[in-house]
């Protein structure tokens, strides 16, 4: 974002909820705490267009000079996801309707269908105002689209846009039947009026209107982010445009697909988890947003669509309480610039937090901010402005993360095992990656993301968790792998559909059985509590296949029950590559097992080899330089073996890093 290397640190700064008294003191305590980028403007829309047409930007101006002479570039943002309540009294055809038909109220935000044209006029006459006045604002460093697309609607004209959607993507209703398989049932259409978006029905729903569906939302919702992209393009080419991603396995997107069309892939991250699962879910989401921001995006100075090197930003965090199982969590001491600097680590840009200040009303008022209700005399600002200070010890770190395990993953498939119907309600594509980058993240392995069909050069294991969706061109980039001389893990349920989530016949894993030299004859999905014994002494869960080995070897076995004796985990020499596959869940200690045995098999070095358990360790790597990223994620003291500088204390490593309990270091190597 800075063409000097600085990292961004800042945030949501709300403006609008403040008086004006307020600003000068924001700016001053922003300039403390080194914050260098703050999103303006993100729901503002009824301050900035108060009645249709009529703008009062007075306010604006102000607080972007301010903003400027206090040296703090902004992401000013189109405020397109909470449309004013004159919007929505004028265009109730507007208001978004849910699969039960029913229509929504203003009162919240995002209460606007994004098929619906005079929601698209709307918005795209506000970002066209903010664009004529702001585009050459000296304060300006980033265009920040919207807030967080996926809001789903199932009113007419989201049905209207589905059948021509559709009939771009079959061709003719002969090609729409055959891949939605509608001969079940008595579904077939015999004209296009008469297929609707997949609202609630009697019974189960037809798995390919379902899949079809979130394809065509998405890409709906992408193409109401490039209208307002193109046009704030055209006002002046030289601000990169970006919009922040929402994570989450509801969220109908897929974000790889739109990776392109963004100059910048942005996330926020907000963990689910209060223990050490946080972490590990730290190191997904960053892994998973350099994967996607390796699609293409349009950031100059980047690598581009198949180099390694990419450019992302984590646009949003919680600088304190995270809101889980029920209560508010607040989050220890150190914790958010671990977080931070774990984000960094694995290549965003800077820090960004959700929000500047912590507003007095409103249905977000007890979400933490870095000038919390306490105000600025707070640990929480203390550490805000602690990590202003380490981002600009960092300038300097750049280069790609070291990684050589790819995972692939694939959103279809995460929404196919959604779907009604299938062997079990417990198949998810999304844990199923998440327990794979777990159990490598603690073998001290560093992973990338990757999607079907991406280069694989340079990646000695790939990991295929429950990829249900493969369609040929997907199970040939697959078998060239492997025959080229890669190693392979696939777990159950992949290769199991086609791209219109039909099931391949023949047996499982339908596309790659003879990459995995294994043939399933029967699937045995297990209850909640259940799990299955494994010979090796772990256990699995979730799932267990009786399956036949066609080639492939076992590794280990089902242990009682009816699978008694059956393989369960299986290794396949095939061409110059080995291809394991993994019939159950096994528990996390007997994945991590696996997972680190089969890396180290296919020549695959954890990056800190000395680090202790509890000990995460990133390499960055540039042309001619490397650091390494140190997060003590315990609560004792721990000791590295490592060389360099730390940059945090500008000291020199000789030997050992000392980490305090939850500390962090960042190492110049030699
Ligand atoms: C999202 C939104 C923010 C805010 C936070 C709260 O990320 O973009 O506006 O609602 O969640 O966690």
Redesign the pocket.
């Known amino acids: 974002m800075f063409s000097d290397g600085r990292l961004c640190f800042g945030g949501?700064y709300n403006p609008e909820q403040w008086p004006a008294s307020v600003w000068a003191e924001d700016v001053a305590l922003m300039r403390q705490a080194r914050v260098n980028l703050v999103t303006v403007g993100?729901f503002a829309w009824s301050r900035l267009e108060p009645a249709p047409g009529r703008y009062t930007f007075d306010w604006l101006d102000e607080v972007l000079d301010l903003l400027h002479a206090g040296g703090i570039r902004v992401a000013l943002a189109t405020p397109t996801a909470s449309p004013p309540p004159w919007f929505s009294a004028a265009h109730p055809g507007a208001l978004p309707v849910t699969a039960d038909g029913v229509r929504l109220h203003h009162g919240s935000r995002d209460t606007y269908c994004a098929a619906a044209p005079a929601y698209r006029t709307a918005a795209l006459r506000i970002a066209g105002a903010l664009a004529d006045r702001y585009a050459h604002h000296p304060a300006l460093a980033l265009w920040h689209v919207h807030?967080?697309y996926g809001t789903i609607c199932h009113c007419e004209h989201t049905a209207r846009a589905f059948r021509r959607w559709l009939a771009d993507r079959h061709g003719d209703l002969a090609a729409l039947n055959d891949a939605w398989v509608t001969s079940f049932w008595s579904q077939h259409y015999s004209d296009w009026a008469q297929i609707s978006t997949p609202r609630a029905t009697q019974y189960l729903a037809n798995p390919g209107q379902l899949l079809d569906f979130r394809r065509f939302w998405s890409d709906t919702l992408l193409a109401a982010y490039r209208e307002q992209r193109d046009l704030l393009h055209a006002a002046n080419p030289a601000i990169p445009i970006t919009t922040?991603y929402?994570l989450g396995d509801w969220v109908p997107v897929d974000h790889a697909r739109w990776a392109a069309e963004v100059d910048l892939v942005a996330v926020?991250h907000?963990p689910s988890a209060v223990d050490i699962g946080a972490e590990e879910q730290t190191a997904l989401v960053a892994d998973l947003a350099r994967g996607w921001a390796r699609h293409g995006n349009r950031h100059r100075g980047t690598t581009g669509p198949t180099g390694r090197a990419s450019a992302w930003l984590l646009m949003?965090s919680?600088p304190n309480q995270i809101h889980t199982a029920g209560r508010m969590h607040t989050k220890e001491p150190g914790r958010m610039i671990r977080h931070s600097l774990a984000h960094v680590a694995r290549g965003s840009h800077g820090a960004m937090f959700?929000q500047w200040r912590a507003p007095t009303g409103g249905a977000?008022r007890f979400?933490s901010a870095l000038v919390p209700h306490a105000g600025p005399d707070s640990r929480v600002f203390r550490e805000a402005t602690e990590l202003g200070a380490a981002l600009q010890q960092l300038t300097e770190v750049g280069g790609d993360v070291e990684a050589t395990v790819a995972i692939a993953v694939h959103a279809p498939s995460g929404w196919a095992l959604r779907h009604p119907g299938l062997p079990s309600q417990r198949l998810d594509h999304q844990q199923e990656t998440a327990a794979a980058h777990r159990a490598l993240w603690h073998a001290g392995h560093g992973c990338d993301i990757v999607l079907p069909g991406d280069p694989l050069d340079g990646y000695r294991l790939l990991v295929l968790p429950a990829l249900y969706l493969v369609s040929d061109a997907t199970a040939q980039w697959v078998r060239e792998y492997v025959e080229g001389g890669g190693h392979l893990l696939a777990t159950y349920l992949s290769a199991v559909a086609d791209e219109h989530a039909r099931v391949r016949l023949g047996g499982y894993p339908g596309a790659l059985r003879d990459v995995l030299g294994v043939w399933v004859e029967e699937f045995h999905p297990l209850a909640e509590h259940d799990h299955v014994r494994l010979h090796g002494g772990g256990t699995g869960r979730i799932w267990a296949e009786s399956l036949r080995l066609t080639g492939a070897q076992v590794i280990d076995a089902y242990d009682g029950g009816v699978l008694d004796g059956r393989p369960a985990i299986t290794r396949h020499r095939t061409g110059a590559g080995t291809a394991w596959y993994v019939s159950t869940r096994p528990d996390d200690d007997t994945y991590r097992r696996l997972l680190d045995e089969v890396a180290r098999s296919a020549g695959v070095t954890p990056v800190c080899p000395g680090a202790p358990a509890g000990v995460e360790a990133v390499r960055r790597r540039g042309d001619d330089a490397s650091w390494l990223f140190l997060f003590n994620h315990t609560d004792s003291p721990q000791q590295v073996p490592a060389r360099g500088t730390d940059l945090l204390t500008a000291t020199p490593v000789d030997q050992v890093v000392q980490l305090t309990p939850g500390g962090v270091a960042v190492l110049r190597e030699h």
């Open positions: 949501d993100v807030n967080e922040n929402v926020d907000y949003e919680a959700f977000e979400h």
